[in-house]
């Protein structure tokens, strides 16, 4: 057992604590009777990532990373699931000698007493993040559910249908169990049989575990309601909220939006993890040439930088790494999003609100008169917010947006058809990077083959050299998917004075292409993802998909 005074130096010297919420934590354990790194991470006051190595040098213990984690269930001597999920405990390896367990909280004395009589041998114990611990157990060995007689069941039933206190655990829960498996979404379906809950995970919808029991259903989406500030009573009409959460020692903001269905009201929760917000385009991923470029042209004292691409593929994260790389006290920031995703420190976001007449085009008008520096805009999505910020581009003002295309020259060509003048869009615009993101394989289970002789006619010039591929294959740790994170592909156009000659003589989209082909830095959408193939790091179907090569 550390003393706390002593933790509380050790969190203090690595910065990850002030003395204010030192002092102010103290005086919690006393009243609570829980551990100081507990709070912490339970007030958000330290991210459990962070926590967990703290714990793990101070005590001289192991990290347990969650690579190493087992791939299949270890019985521990017969240790019941639901007691290994309170203490947050992961069976790692067993022997005749011992067992070797990761714990959340390795100060646990008693959990390692009770293990210690329960198997009957010594314990060794690793630090590991309590997330990590949490997938694993639902990996491993399911949902866990509490063997119950039928009369207790429904005397329990009975007893939570006047109390709150089952819907904010279900909910707590599900918002846990979607961060912890690094989710963007949580998918909440009522239907005749039951709840349905989904995640969106890399872009794709699965099932984790078991969903909430039927009887909570009312319950639950009235809790998440209340949480989002949200009618409660108003069940005929669709609804948006907003929340925000402390989810295992980090800020989560939670966009609610809420329609009615056959079944009862579908609810859908956008998870933003606000650490997860790109401070710095070097953290998004892109290849070496393109992020040169695009650096190069947010150097710019004016001008028009657009991020192009569908949705869902990364280009407010890109907008966002692109404000905190130009971001500066010396600077006045502006922005107008639909909605705000992220909350920058130093930068003033605004958020449009159509119903009151607060959209797009009226809020430039307003913020171009705040003396701004840049201007970022959430997207174009007409002919007169894309003039105005073409406009406020020429007038001083570094603006960067965002427009649906499918590659760098279309964004072009569609702010001509919105109806840009050519000489207006010469004059504003500078850079234009597109993007898709798509799936990495999981380092796991992903296997190569050779790659055949029509696949590798689809990839063109740039991928006759390639032999093999890596394939998908799928097991526990990706969830049976194959996949496990994502990765960007990216191109970018940089107005060079050939292609605003071409623009100005009226050329089309094949014609802007093949000059952009030409000075495009780091080639093309499909030569980003030729590079990743080479690299092993997707798969070929992921990049058929991506690039449009497949005819959709």
């Known amino acids: 057992m550390v003393e706390t005074a002593e933790f509380s130096d050790v969190l203090l010297n690595r910065g990850l604590i002030d003395l204010q919420a030192a002092t102010a934590t103290r005086r919690l354990m006393e009243e609570s009777g ?18 967990a190595l703290a714990l793990a040098d101070h005590l001289k213990l192991p990290l347990a990373a969650a690579a190493s984690f087992p791939v299949s269930a270890i019985q521990a001597g ?11 405990v992961l069976p ?61 069941e429904t005397a329990r039933r009975g007893e939570d249908a006047a109390s709150d206190a089952p819907a904010i655990r279900a909910v707590d829960a599900l918002i ?12 909440i379906e009522p239907h005749g049989d039951g709840i349905r809950v989904r995640y969106r995970i890399d872009g794709h919808l699965i099932e984790l575990g078991a969903a ?52 009862g009201e579908s609810v859908v929760l956008r998870l933003l993890d606000q650490t ?63 909605p705000i995703e992220y909350r920058l420190s130093g930068i003033n976001q605004i958020q449009v609100n159509a119903r009151i007449g607060l959209g797009f085009p009226t809020l430039l ?95 063109g010039p740039n991928g006759q050299d390639l032999i093999e591929v890596c394939e998908p294959v799928g097991c526990a740790a990706c969830h049976d998917t194959g996949y496990a994170g994502r990765l960007v592909l990216s191109e970018i156009l940089v107005m060079t004075p050939a292609l605003r000659q071409a623009v100005t003589d009226g050329a089309g989209l094949s014609q802007l292409r093949a000059l952009a082909a030409d000075g495009t830095a780091g080639g093309s959408l499909l030569d980003s993802g030729i590079a990743n193939l080479r690299a092993r790091e997707t798969s070929l179907a992921e990049i058929i998909a991506a690039t449009g090569m497949d005819g959709g």
């Open 34 to 51: 829980e551990s100081l790194h507990v709070l912490l991470t339970r007030q958000g006051l330290v991210d459990e990532r962070d926590m």
């Open 78 to 88: 017969g240790v019941s699931v639901p007691f290994l999920r309170r203490a947050r």
């Open 92 to 152: 790692l390896s067993e022997d005749d000698a011992c067992l070797s367990v990761a714990m959340a909280d390795p100060l646990d004395s008693n959990t390692i007493r009770s293990l210690r009589i329960l198997v009957g041998k010594p314990i060794t114990v690793q630090v590991a993040v309590p997330a990590d611990i949490d997938r694993t157990l639902d990996r491993l060995y399911g949902p866990a559910r509490s063997a119950t007689s039928s009369k207790t």
């Open 176 to 187: 846990a169990r979607a961060i912890a498996h690094g989710a963007s979404d949580l998918h």
């Open 212 to 263: 909430p029991e039927n009887y909570l259903a009312a319950m639950l989406i009235s809790r998440i309601k209340v949480l989002a500030d949200l009618n409660i009573a108003e069940k005929r009409l669709p609804q948006d909220g907003r929340a925000s959460l402390t989810i295992q020692g980090r800020a989560v903001d939670i966009r609610v939006s809420t329609v009615p269905t056959l079944g």
């Open 276 to 338: 997860a917000a790109p401070r710095d385009i070097d953290q998004l991923g892109l290849s070496t040439p393109v992020l040169s470029a695009l650096a190069q042209a947010l150097t710019a004292p004016n001008g028009l930088v657009l991020a192009t691409g569908p949705t869902g593929s990364g280009k407010t994260t890109t907008l966002y790494g692109a404000l905190g790389r130009i971001n500066a006290a010396s600077r006045k920031i502006l922005t107008v999003e639909d």
């Open 365 to 459: 008008r307003s913020i171009v008169r705040q003396d701004p520096d840049i201007i970022m805009v959430g997207e174009i999505r007409d002919e007169e917010t894309a003039r105005l910020a073409a406009q406020a581009s020429l007038t001083g003002h570094l603006v960067l947006s965002s427009l649906h295309t499918n590659d760098a020259a279309s964004g072009i060509t569609r702010l001509l058809d919105m109806g840009i003048e050519p000489y207006l869009l010469t004059a504003s615009l500078r850079a234009v990077l597109a993007q898709r993101l798509v799936r990495r394989l999981c380092p796991s289970c992903k296997a190569s083959r050779q790659i055949t002789d029509e696949e590798r006619a689809l990839l």
